[in-house]
């Protein structure tokens, strides 16, 4: 059972990305606040559940909350966060 969650590079810099987006569109950080703190909720259940979500691709699970898709995959003592996108944008390529 995993014990931890270590974001991958791509992911860290995707959810950079939406953090300073949402910043600047809106003049606040309200809304990247609001968004850590779902994201913090959501790797809690995450972590106790680690196989409830659906696998799309061999290894890859998918997590899907509010606008937002993380995929992630399970290994022998953590989750490895490898995308998040926004669900209003493409899909990116693995």
Request: aromatic share 14%; glycine share 2%; net charge positive.
């Amino acid at each position: 059972m995993p014990n931890s969650v270590v974001w991958s590079q791509n992911a860290l810099i995707q959810f950079r990305s939406k953090v300073n987006y949402w910043d600047q569109r809106n003049q606040s950080q309200a809304y990247s606040k609001r968004l850590e703190h779902l994201l913090n909720h959501e790797l809690e259940i995450l972590c106790r559940y680690p196989y409830a979500f659906p696998e799309v691709a061999k290894g890859i699970r998918k997590m899907v909350f509010d606008n937002f898709i993380l995929n992630y995959s399970v290994q022998q003592e953590r989750i490895l966060i490898i995308h998040l996108y926004d669900s209003r944008q493409l899909k990116p390529d693995y």
